[in-house]
Structures are given as C-alpha cells and as structure tokens.
C-alpha cells in the first residue's frame, strides 16, 4: 500500500498520480520486469540497463518492478496483486486444468483472475482519494469478479458461491464485536493495511450486489 516511499521519492498516496518513466540496472543473470514494454538495453560485461516506456498517470501503490533470477516466486504471500500492467499472482489463484481440477478450483482461479483485472477499471483507472474508501475499490472489484464469471461460464452457477463465500461470510463476520464498518477512517498511512480484510471485501461487495438489484440493470447500463 505505502511501499513506493521506500524506493523512490513520491507523494504515496492513491490521489496523487504520476507518469513514470523507469531504468533499472541488473545482473545479467537476473530478469527484470515492469509495467510498460522495454525501450533500450545497455549492455556492459557484468550488468544491463534496462529502460521502460512511461507509465499512464497512476497511483504509486500500484507501481511494480520484478527483478530476479527464477521464473517464479515460491513464497509469495498474497493471492494477488492487481499492479497495473503487471499483475502477479500465486501459483494456485492462477493455475488449474480443466477436467482435472475440481470445481471449486475452478471457480476460484475465475473470480480471482476476473477480480484482478476489474481493477484495471476500479482501483487503477477510478481510484480512491484515501484508504478510508477501500471496500469501494475491493468490493467493486470482487462484485464485477462474480458477474463476469457469470456471463463468461455460466455453467459454474457462480452466484451461488458468492452467497457463500461473500454474503454468509460477511454475515458472520460482521456479528462479532471485532467487526468495523466497511468505511473506517484511516489517520495515517500505516493503518491502511488493517482494512484488508474480509469486511472490506465481503461485505462491500455484498452491499453493492444489494444495491444492484434494487437499482436494476436499466441503471447499471445507463438511461437514454
């Protein structure tokens, strides 16, 4: 969320977007990656520079770089990143073989898959002034997850899943005291990572679903 600040003088906060243009200098042996297609190599006997196309305008917490000497990272934490041009994802939200995968497989690496790149319009392209509006840019995204997966393999029932694993899910957590509302003001910029959690998700989701069906699909896709 706050990391770009660690590597780069930058105002880290979602509001404030920029172009960047980047240059990296690696280990020959090492693969380097970003966002944008690569421009220039320049070579020297031990190292290489490698310069990327600028960016579009966007936040800093969706900036990424990847660079190493493997074609993948055992131990990533997250089930997936939505950077902006390149998503990265763990090895089970991403791989899975039809026929041999079970169905909740399945469904799963859809909606994930289909989570992700919803972020390209909510969270990367309309962005949050402030972590404080988090479950508008997570649940959004996790609601058009489950409508694409919809309309996209239909044969997956998939609303049924999001009664159980949103809906239910959001329901139980949101009786505990531990509960919060899924608006919650952040102070600083450390807080944000608190809120990334199911409530966010599940229950932001579960609202917009909500307030789709009282609204209805006319609205949703605009009135002459």
């Given at each position: 969320?706050?990391?770009?600040?660690?590597?780069?003088?930058?105002?880290?906060?979602?509001?404030?977007?920029?172009?960047?243009?980047?240059?990296?200098?690696?280990?020959?042996?090492?693969?380097?990656?970003?966002?944008?297609?690569?421009w220039?190599?320049?070579?020297?006997?031990?190292?290489?520079?490698?310069?990327?196309?600028?960016?579009?305008?966007?936040?800093?917490y969706?900036?990424?770089?990847?660079?190493?000497?493997?074609?993948?990272?055992?131990d990533?934490?997250?089930?997936?990143?939505?950077?902006?041009?390149?998503?990265?994802?763990?090895?089970?939200?991403?791989?899975?073989?039809?026929?041999?995968?079970?169905?909740?497989?399945?469904?799963?690496?859809a909606?994930?898959?289909?989570?992700?790149?919803?972020?390209?319009?909510?969270?990367?392209?309309?962005?949050?002034?402030?972590?404080?509006?988090?479950?508008?840019?997570?649940?959004?995204?996790?609601?058009?997850?489950?409508?694409?997966?919809?309309?996209?393999?239909?044969?997956?029932?998939?609303?049924?899943?999001?009664?159980?694993?949103?809906?239910?899910?959001?329901?139980?957590?949101?009786s505990?005291?531990?509960?919060?509302?899924?608006?919650i003001?952040?102070?600083?910029?450390?807080?944000?990572?608190?809120?990334?959690?199911k409530?966010?998700?599940?229950?932001?989701?579960?609202?917009i679903?909500y307030?789709?069906?009282?609204?209805?699909?006319?609205?949703?896709?605009?009135?002459?």
């Amino acid at each position: 969320t706050t990391n770009a600040r660690m590597a780069l003088p930058c105002f880290d906060e979602p509001e404030f977007k920029a172009v960047f243009t980047l240059s990296i200098i690696t280990r020959k042996n090492q693969t380097d990656i970003c966002k944008t297609e690569t421009w220039l190599n320049e070579n020297n006997d031990d190292f290489v520079m490698t310069s990327f196309e600028p960016t579009p305008p966007m936040s800093t917490y969706l900036l990424a770089i990847v660079v190493g000497e493997y074609d993948y990272i055992e131990d990533f934490s997250s089930t997936a990143m939505e950077n902006w041009g390149l998503v990265i994802f763990r090895e089970t939200a991403l791989l899975a073989t039809e026929g041999i995968s079970s169905t909740n497989i399945l469904n799963r690496v859809a909606v994930v898959v289909a989570h992700e790149i919803a972020h390209t319009w909510f969270g990367n392209l309309v962005t949050m002034d402030w972590w404080t509006y988090l479950w508008l840019n997570e649940g959004f995204a996790t609601w058009i997850s489950y409508l694409c997966v919809d309309n996209i393999f239909p044969e997956y029932d998939i609303w049924s899943q999001f009664q159980i694993n949103e809906i239910s899910v959001a329901m139980n957590l949101d009786s505990l005291q531990s509960s919060h509302p899924i608006e919650i003001e952040i102070g600083a910029p450390s807080e944000a990572d608190e809120i990334f959690d199911k409530i966010s998700y599940a229950k932001g989701s579960s609202i917009i679903s909500y307030l789709y069906e009282y609204i209805g699909d006319t609205v949703n896709h605009g009135i002459p």
